[in-house]
């Protein structure tokens, strides 16, 4: 849509697009712990669930393409998202992944400006720092520490 800044990842599966959800990923390890993982994605392209059946704000690509421009078709869109998960994954095996953290942490204070809570325990404050091998970090520096990827089920963006 040629708008990078109103896209948002909410924790922790969530794609949002001027704050309403566009896509979803869903990541699995079968059982068998052979180092597979099984990725899943759904992105609304043409339409999005009607609003009285979504617990929360959905949009779809076509609403917000340039005017004139048609939403991609979706075999354009697989084409192109394949392309940049190989662009980027090739990124993170050569170099680390340092570049893939520091993007996902932009996104995710798009969606969190002022921090997060984590409703389990109330422990709260600004994002701090995100680790693809350590987890997530947020609260005051001092008595922050990472907490692991699994064993952050749920988050709620901190209000102003």
């Given at each position: 849509?040629?708008?990078?800044?109103?896209?948002?990842?909410?924790?922790?599966?969530?794609?949002?697009?001027?704050?309403?959800?566009?896509?979803?990923?869903?990541?699995?390890?079968?059982?068998?712990?052979?180092?597979?993982?099984?990725?899943?994605?759904?992105?609304?392209?043409?339409?999005?669930?009607?609003?009285?059946?979504?617990?929360?704000?959905?949009?779809?690509?076509?609403?917000?393409?340039?005017?004139?421009?048609?939403?991609?078709?979706?075999?354009?869109?697989?084409?192109?998202?394949?392309?940049?998960?190989?662009?980027?994954?090739r990124r993170f095996v050569l170099h680390g992944p340092?570049?893939?953290?520091?993007?996902?942490?932009?996104?995710?204070?798009?969606?969190?400006?002022?921090?997060?809570?984590?409703?389990?325990?109330?422990?709260?404050?600004?994002?701090l720092e995100f680790s693809a091998s350590r987890g997530?970090?947020?609260?005051?520096?001092?008595?922050?520490?990472?907490?692991?990827?699994?064993?952050?089920?749920?988050?709620?963006?901190?209000?102003?």
């Open positions: 849509t040629g708008q990078p800044k109103a896209v948002a990842i909410k924790w922790p599966n969530d794609i949002l697009l001027h704050g309403a959800k566009l896509c979803g990923f869903l990541g699995e390890q079968p059982a068998a712990g052979d180092g597979t993982l099984l990725l899943g994605f759904g992105c609304n392209l043409a339409a999005a669930p009607p609003s009285d059946l979504a617990p929360y704000p959905t949009t779809c690509l076509a609403d917000h393409m340039p005017a004139g421009q048609a939403c991609p078709s979706v075999e354009a869109f697989l084409s192109r998202w394949l392309r940049d998960f190989e662009s980027g994954l340092s570049d893939f953290e520091l993007a996902f942490l932009d996104n995710l204070k798009r969606w969190a400006p002022h921090g997060v809570q984590d409703p389990r325990d109330e422990r709260a404050g600004p994002l997530l970090r947020w609260g005051l520096d001092s008595t922050s520490e990472f907490r692991p990827l699994g064993w952050i089920p749920t988050l709620e963006p901190l209000q102003p």
